[in-house]
């Protein structure tokens, strides 16, 4: 199974495409979508949906896995702000029929590296050691990303699969 | 000048499309999509977002004035859930090229009433009035997003003209 892991935010959105062969997992590709900030709120939101479409189309992923966005956020404007690129996310996913798993940024460093208060280094040098990679993806984003496609992949190959 | 108004709700998202002749306004259209909420997120977006673009296909809007979320809410998830509404309408004007303009439910209501602080249905009548409509729009999302139209309206033809 094919399986697109997102990490949503306005300023840069990383995303990451893994193959789950019978339990081995395969990196096909990683990257991030950094609108220019400079240009009014619909054209970073239509950026990154663009880029988006392009990965699902060039990859055809069957689901993809994207961040909750957490309850953290002090002021509401943020919370906003975020929720506008994690909806042109979503778009482009309903646009192609894929189904869309939200996981909580707790249980994908939970998953990865079995604690769910783990650090960016951690979750990078397990997002590394999990999918056997040559070198450590950039920015945090992308390892954020391949955490949550590897996440999903966990929890869709479990047999008692559950999820939230 | 074509403007259409714009009132973002996952539930419901009304919509209202005025022409500003020589700074008299002409209702051309004004209506409401409700997705399914049975449906998952992504979906609502979707049908949002494709909502919103027939619309302006149809219509042309030279500018879109949309209503900025406000940050009255208690909790961050409401804020983000709305902000995915939002998205999908941002997202289909700059598809279009259409800029859009945010002004606080305040303002539009000070716009419409000369009274930042008025009802819904001092808002209806208003809008009802300023338009010289045979009935009033239901529901009051459409009401809303005539209101935003007329806001934008106003400031756009304002000789000193501020976009806040």
Redesign the interface.
């Known amino acids: 199974m094919r399986i697109i892991g997102v990490d949503p935010g306005l300023n840069r959105t990383g995303y990451a495409v893994i193959d789950d062969v019978g339990g081995r997992w395969v990196a096909l590709e990683g990257g991030v979508c950094q609108p220019d900030s400079s240009e009014?709120?619909?054209?970073r939101?239509?950026a990154i949906?663009r880029d988006v479409r392009e990965v699902l189309e060039e990859y055809k992923p069957a689901a993809m896995a994207l961040e909750e966005?957490h309850?953290r956020?002090e002021?509401?404007?943020t919370?906003?702000?975020?929720?506008?690129?994690?909806?042109?996310v979503?778009?482009a996913?309903?646009?192609f029929g894929i189904?869309?798993v939200g996981y909580a940024p707790s249980r994908v460093k939970n998953a990865v590296t079995g604690s769910g208060g783990a650090s960016k280094e951690q979750v990078l040098a397990a997002v590394v050691a999990q999918l056997g990679l040559a070198k450590a993806p950039k920015p945090f984003d992308v390892a954020d990303a391949f955490a949550l496609a590897i996440c999903h992949a966990m929890v869709a190959s479990s047999p008692i699969a559950r999820v939230k």
Do not use: D, N, T
């Not at 009014?40 to 054209?43: A, G, S, V």
């Open positions: 009014p709120l619909e054209k939101v239509l949906y966005l309850s956020y002021f509401p404007k919370a906003i702000l975020m929720g506008h690129a994690r909806a042109a979503c778009l996913a309903a646009e189904p869309v």
